[in-house]
Every structure is written in structure tokens, then in C-alpha cells.
């Protein structure tokens, strides 16, 4: 038994490394976030733009961690110092973002589940009542009591191992959030109302039609150069690049998996996730609301929409329900893999086995996740955060402020640090002839090149200027 925890973890084969990979990139971000940008950033338009910097861009960071996982074999914390042993610091900062994420991820992840137990226990009506979701994080105690659970599950299933835990939960769980989301959005798709005072009838298809079709309307070249900012800092978010999640991930890939056509894989997940997302919630906004633009944010599944599911009556608690479940299996696989990421890490450095640190981290972010919970009634302490951020959190709390640090500070000075390593320091071709490994084809290696010299580095020092405020 013990030489189990000796012998090196891995995924057992190609698909549950891709599934887990997209556990991990699809969670809050695509749904909550997504389609607001989309609905803000001229629909169709933004919808292009992304793609088209998943598939540069976005190809080449996530090729990138994975490939340095896999071919030093170690998790986010030594791969950076086994790279080059003066990139060690990018290591334990890789290691470090993660942990605080997890912190307030597994805190929104328990306002999800206590939604979700809401609507199945036939409450759903309250949520959609003015002021429950602020009276539910004013209650010092049912946040702390969900975070619990959420933390718990997580906990679990790392516990049980990259194969027996991540994959295995990973296949089970990605094709079931698919087929949900499919299902909702096919619901608020054919979705319509007729406003009984002025006699108009708003239809899901129009709402669709507002959120596919391009929009250019005021378009300058300001405003363009934004849409491909926004679309950029979500990609990387959305991706979970530059965590250390990637490369921890990565670390337990087997030679013959093909890393492009996972990349691939990985990123038409994530989009077509986020596209879907937006299906499932701007038709329904548009007609129970007439307008595409429900917000974004907490502010958008726990207050917005709880009441477009009320409009839509009785069947509105069954695809609130649904919706719920849908939701806490996107969060769930993505506090996974921040989880992996850290208890990795901790193994290497305090030589503990996977079971004695998933432990510990459960009490550790458990602990953790009581001060996010009390920082929205206990504690008072709010801080102001540079209006680019979120959508509703001037004066940032605890949450906000941990989200604010990690995504817009450390996430682009990782990245920066990686392209310099990876494209000056070792040069492309090192990561080329790992993804080449067993005679593997890649054909945009110059792509791949320019990119991660020149392209990237530049998007990533706009991205942190960005973030305070600077342009
Ligand atoms: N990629 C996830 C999303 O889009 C968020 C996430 C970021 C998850 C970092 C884990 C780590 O919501």
C-alpha cells in the first residue's frame, strides 16, 4: 500500500487528462462572466474575437504549462526550478496564487450549493425575494456551513488520487455539466412572454439573435482595442493558465498523449462552454427582462437570474434546479484542480503522503474560508478596488480583494515570468521538442515562437497596466 503513494500519479490515458483539464478551465468564469462580456462587446463580435485568441494566444500558454509539466515531470512548485534554478520563485508563486483562490472559490462554491439545496428543497421562490442573497451573507454562519461541504467534497476527491479521484470524478461529471447546459439552453431558447401592459411579445430567438449576431454600433478603434483586452484577460482566466494548475496537471500526462490535440480539445470545451453559457442566460434575460444584460457576477446567479427563473413560474424551479446543479459541477472540477495544484505541492515540500495533506488542507482552507465568509458581516474591513475590476465591488471585501490580487496582479506577472523563461531564457524550441515527443506533429512551431517572445509578453504588461487602472 505504501508504494502507492510512491509510484508516480497519472492520468491512465488522453481523455482523462482532457476532461480533467476542462474541469478545471470551465468553472465560474464561463458562466458567470462570459456572456456579459459578450452581451457588453458586441455579441458575435466578441464571440470571434475570443476565438480567435484562443486558438493563438490561448493555444500557446496552455501548451506551454502542460508541456513544461510533463516534461519535468513536476508539480507547479520544482517544475520552475528545475527549468532554471533563478525561476525558482516562479514556482512557489505558482503554488502560492492557487492556495489563495482556492480560499474564496470554495466560498462562492458553498453560495452555489446552498442555492442548489434551495431549489431542491422547494425555496426557490424566496431566492428570487429582494434582499435574500444580501441576508444570506449577512448570516454569520449558513456561508461558513456551505463553504464546509463544498471545501469537504474537494478535499475528497483529491484525497483519492489523480486517477481514482480527479479522472475518474472528471468522466462522469464534464459530459453530465454538458448535457444540462445544453438542455437550458435549449429551454431559454424557446422561451417567450408577452408583456400583458404594452401587448409585446419578446422570444428567446430574438435574445439569441442580439447575442450571435455582430455588433458594430460606436465602434472606434478605443473601443475595439478594450473588446480585445476583455477577451483577453477572460481567456486566461477561463484557461486556468499561469496557476500552476496547468503544469501540475501536465506533470501527470503520459508521453504518447498528443499535447496539441488535447490543447485543442481542452480550449473547445472551455469556449463552447462559455458560448452555451451565454445561450442559457441571455435569451431568457432578454425576454423576462428585455434586455440581453442581466449583469455579471454573484450579482447575476444569485440575484438576477433566481428572479428570471421565477418569471418563468413553476418550470423556472426545475430549470433553476437544474441550473444550480449544473453550476456546482463547473465550480466543483475547478476548486479540484486549485486543490490538486496545492496539496502537490505540499507533498513535495513537507514529504507527506497525498492523504495526510489533503487533510491538512481541508482544515487549513477550511479556516481559511471562515475569515472570506465573515469578511462579508464580522469583519468590516473593505478596500477600495480600481474601477476595472469587477462589476459591483468598489470598495472590495475580503473576497474581492484576493480576486482582484490574484487575477489581475499575479496572473499577468506569471505569465510574464513563464514567456520570458520559456521564450528567452530556454527558447521555444525547448518546449517544440517536447510537444514534438514520439514523433508528434506541430505544425504552427513558428507561431508558437513569435507568441510566446513577443506577443504575449507585450498583452500580459497591458493586461497588468490595465488592471490598476492605467489605461
Ligand atoms: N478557469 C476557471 C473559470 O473559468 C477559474 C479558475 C481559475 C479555476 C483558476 C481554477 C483556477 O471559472
Not at 462580456?37 to 496552455?62: H, K, M, P, S
Not at 520544482?78 to 492557487?98: D, N, R
Amino acid at each position: 500500500m505504501d508504494n502507492q503513494t510512491k509510484k508516480k500519479a497519472s492520468f491512465t490515458g488522453t481523455i482523462g487528462f482532457v476532461l480533467a483539464a476542462a474541469g478545471s478551465a470551465v468553472g465560474l468564469g464561463n458562466i458567470w462572466r462570459f456572456p456579459y462580456l459578450a452581451a457588453q462587446n458586441g455579441g458575435g463580435l466578441f464571440i470571434l474575437i475570443y476565438i480567435l485568441l484562443a486558438l493563438t494566444c490561448g493555444f500557446v500558454l496552455l501548451i506551454t504549462d502542460i508541456a513544461i509539466g510533463r516534461k519535468t515531470g513536476k508539480t507547479a512548485l520544482e517544475a520552475f526550478g528545475a527549468v532554471s534554478s533563478k525561476f525558482k520563485f516562479l514556482g512557489a508563486l505558482s503554488t502560492v496564487v492557487p492556495t489563495l483562490i482556492l480560499a474564496y472559490y470554495a466560498v462562492i462554491g458553498g453560495w452555489i450549493l446552498k442555492y442548489m439545496v434551495d431549489y431542491f428543497t422547494g425555496q426557490g421562490a424566496q431566492t428570487a425575494t429582494d434582499g435574500y442573497f444580501g441576508a444570506f451573507l449577512a448570516s454569520p454562519v449558513s456561508p461558513i456551513i456551505y463553504t464546509f461541504i463544498f471545501l469537504a467534497a474537494t478535499a475528497l476527491i483529491v484525497y483519492k488520487g489523480v486517477e481514482k479521484g480527479i479522472e475518474k470524478f472528471s468522466k462522469v461529471i464534464m459530459p453530465g455539466l454538458i448535457l444540462l447546459i445544453i438542455g437550458i439552453a435549449v429551454f431559454s431558447v424557446t422561451r417567450s412572454y408577452t408583456d400583458p401592459v404594452s401587448g409585446v411579445t419578446r422570444t428567446g430567438l430574438e435574445g439569441m439573435y442580439q447575442y450571435f449576431v455582430p455588433n458594430f454600433d460606436g465602434m472606434t478603434v478605443s473601443r475595439f482595442f478594450k473588446i480585445v483586452m476583455d477577451a483577453m484577460c477572460q481567456l486566461f482566466y477561463s484557461l486556468s493558465v499561469a496557476m500552476g494548475i496547468m503544469i501540475t496537471y501536465g506533470s501527470y500526462v503520459k508521453k504518447d498523449t498528443s499535447l496539441t490535440k488535447s490543447v485543442i480539445q481542452i480550449e473547445a470545451f472551455d469556449s463552447g462552454v462559455a458560448i452555451l453559457a451565454g445561450l442559457m442566460i441571455l435569451p431568457a434575460a432578454f425576454v423576462f427582462n428585455g434586455s440581453i444584460d442581466a449583469g455579471a457576477g454573484p450579482g447575476l446567479i444569485f440575484v438576477a437570474l433566481p428572479k428570471i427563473f421565477e418569471a418563468m413560474g413553476t418550470v423556472g424551479h426545475v430549470a433553476g434546479a437544474l441550473f444550480f446543479v449544473m453550476v456546482v459541477f463547473a465550480a466543483l472540477t475547478s476548486c479540484i484542480s486549485l486543490m490538486e495544484t496545492v496539496v502537490a505541492g505540499g507533498m513535495t515540500l513537507f514529504k507527506k503522503s497525498r492523504k495526510q495533506v489533503s487533510w491538512i488542507a481541508f482544515v487549513v482552507f477550511a479556516a481559511m474560508g471562515v475569515v472570506v465568509c465573515l469578511g462579508y458581516n464580522l469583519i468590516t474591513f473593505r478596500m477600495p478596488l480600481p474601477p476595472s475590476f469587477a462589476v459591483d465591488a468598489t470598495t472590495g471585501t475580503i473576497l474581492d480583494i484576493l480576486d482582484f490580487f490574484c487575477n489581475y496582479i499575479m496572473l499577468p506577472i506569471i505569465s510574464l515570468g513563464t514567456c520570458i523563461l520559456i521564450g528567452w531564457v530556454k527558447k521555444p524550441q525547448w518546449i517544440i521538442s517536447e510537444i514534438e515527443e514520439g514523433g508528434k506533429p506541430f505544425k504552427a512551431k513558428a507561431m508558437y515562437s513569435i507568441i510566446i517572445r513577443y506577443v504575449a509578453p507585450v498583452i500580459v504588461i497591458i493586461m497588468l497596466f490595465k488592471a490598476t487602472g492605467k489605461f
